[in-house]
């Protein structure tokens, strides 16, 4: 089995630039297509996590698993308050994959799509840091952001958070020296984006990598992602839709930002 190497390297020192914007970008099916192999495998890799640990049936382990996500952003959060689980044991597990290059897909060119918008960038995933950062190492845009903000690092003094917990981002935002109003989160997860929206971040939702949806006669309808939630300021295909719609905007204004830069300002 394949396990990640830890990452000790200093976050860079970022240039801070009031008014520019901040690009916050989650990870799994926003800058790669988690929903085609990796989610699966980690979704079987916790339940089965919870029957070794806790001695529950299938059923049970799988209830668990949902539910705790549905109610607090992340399964870990459920386990570790309900539960004697060892939450970094439970983590390293589930994230240890055999051949995690095999299972990486991305749309062409996301190294030039993501270096194309202009201001910062950074990862802000419910994921482990390990398993964020050996993605984007696959994906060669590791180097692309400043810091990855991991689960690891959500934590505080009571215990563990996730997306979407308002206080986490609020605290980490004042950690990176981001100002709220110049932050812009790029998500596929609605409720992280509808609970986010309201603190004044502006919102990106994509929905290029979500699982299609079929119908009872097996016929496939439409795509998730078809029309666009009121908390929601653009809802893009693919990065690409956001590199465009940056481009037209600064060659049309002979702007250094985009529209993406004005949804920032109140």
């Known amino acids: 089995m394949r396990t990640f190497p830890s990452s ?7 240039h801070i630039a009031g008014g520019s914007p901040v690009w916050l970008f989650d990870l799994d099916n926003t800058l790669h297509h988690a929903s085609h192999s990796i989610f699966p495998q980690i979704n079987r890799a916790m339940t089965q996590y919870i029957i070794d640990t806790l001695q529950v049936d299938r059923d049970e382990a799988n209830r668990m698993r949902v539910g ?33 290059p095999s299972m990486v897909h991305s749309e062409r060119g996301l190294a030039r799509l993501v270096a194309a918008l202009p201001g910062r960038k950074i990862v802000l995933t419910n994921a482990p840091e390990q398993y964020a950062r050996a993605v984007l190492a696959e994906l060669r845009v590791e180097r692309l952001f400043e810091r990855v903000i ?10 563990w958070r996730a997306k979407p917990d308002a206080g986490m981002l609020r605290r980490a935002m004042r950690d990176a020296h981001v100002p709220l109003a110049d932050a812009i989160l790029v998500e596929d997860t609605r409720s992280h984006l509808k609970n986010y929206r309201r603190l004044g971040i502006r919102t990106v939702w994509i929905v290029g990598h979500l699982p ?13 992602g078809t029309g666009r939630p009121h908390y929601v300021d653009k809802r893009i295909r693919s990065l690409k839709s956001l590199r465009l719609g940056t481009r037209s905007v600064r060659l049309k204004g002979r702007q250094t930002c985009n529209r993406f830069t004005s949804m920032t300002k109140p």
């Not at 952003?73 to 240890?96: E, Q, Y």
């Not at 991991?150 to 215990?159: Q, V």
Request: proline residues 8%; charged residues 25%; positive net charge.
């Open 150 to 159: 991991a689960i690891e690092h959500m934590r505080d003094r009571r215990g």
């Open 68 to 100: 705790y996500t549905e109610r607090y952003g992340a399964t870990l959060l459920g386990l570790a308050r309900h539960t004697p689980i060892d939450p970094h044991d439970f983590l390293k597990v589930v994230h240890t994959f055999a051949d995690l």
């Open 8 to 14: 000790h390297a200093k976050r860079r020192r970022p």
């Open 212 to 224: 299609g949806h079929t119908g009872a006669s097996g016929i496939p309808g439409r795509l998730p």
